[in-house]
């Protein structure tokens, strides 16, 4: 069975940084491209980016929202995946979600979702 | 980036009702479509990929179809467990980019 466990959210001033880790367990961890998506409270689902496997160089993609401010990493030894987050603003504001693609390692929609962590940038 | 619109943003229906939700894309994705169900607190579910591949496990009361830029989801038998949002998405390229999502609820 496919699990996937976010940890690391909590609340954070504006400025700040604040890094999240998704445990996986149940698949070949280093064969899949992996990814975060975000909803701020009340709101729909943002992508926020994504992270290749080693065949693929650990190339990653970003919305243009958290581009330059955030970066996705990956451990694939500890089959963990990392959202590291910095200069947070407020509309950061969110649960964020790791997902597993499905269809394919490098599918383009999610089967497999965490149950998220929430992340509050306020002061 | 590829601009998804769903509509319409709420729908009150019966149960048994068939009931329909459209997703309208800005340019052509073929059919690099997704659709989602989430109930609240919880993570979204994948019901339907491919414009119209079911999802196993999915019950065969939704449906998906369309290509290029108009989609939409299908429920044949409105059920009270259907009450949640649901949310399209697009593959087709980077940026990834959902629906606004539409609420379904139960009349």
């Known amino acids: 069975e496919v699990q996937l466990v976010e940890a690391g959210g909590g609340l954070v001033q504006p400025g700040g940084s604040l890094r999240l880790s998704c445990a996986a367990s149940?698949?070949?961890?280093?064969?899949?491209?992996m990814d975060w998506v975000r909803q701020a409270p009340g709101k729909g689902l943002e992508w926020v980016g994504r992270?290749?496997?080693?065949?693929?160089?650990?190339?990653?993609e970003y919305a243009a929202s958290v581009k330059g401010r955030f970066t996705i990493l990956r451990d694939d030894s500890k089959n963990s995946l990392y959202l590291q987050m910095n200069s947070l603003k407020t509309e950061d504001t969110a649960v964020y979600y790791c997902?597993?693609?499905?269809?394919?390692?490098?599918?383009?929609?999610?089967?497999?979702w965490g149950q998220g962590t929430l992340v509050t940038v306020s002061s | 980036d590829i601009q998804m619109t769903q509509s319409p943003s709420t729908l009150s229906a019966s149960v048994g009702d068939r009931v329909t939700i459209t997703c309208r894309a800005s340019?052509?994705?073929?059919?690099?479509l997704a659709w989602y169900q989430q109930k609240p607190g919880k993570a979204p579910k994948l019901l339907i990929h491919t414009a119209s591949s079911l999802e196993s496990g999915v019950p065969s009361r939704f449906s998906g179809s369309g290509s290029e830029t108009e989609f939409s989801l299908t429920i044949s038998s409105l059920q009270p467990d259907d009450v949640a949002t649901y949310y399209c998405q697009q593959y087709k390229s980077y940026s990834y980019t959902f629906g606004q999502g539409t609420k379904l609820e139960i009349k």
């Open positions: 997902g597993r693609p499905g269809g394919s390692y490098s599918g383009g929609y999610f089967d497999d």
């Open positions: 340019q052509n994705i073929n059919s690099w």
């Open positions: 992270i290749r496997n080693k065949r693929n160089s650990y190339r990653t």
């Open positions: 149940g698949f070949t961890f280093s064969d899949y491209y």
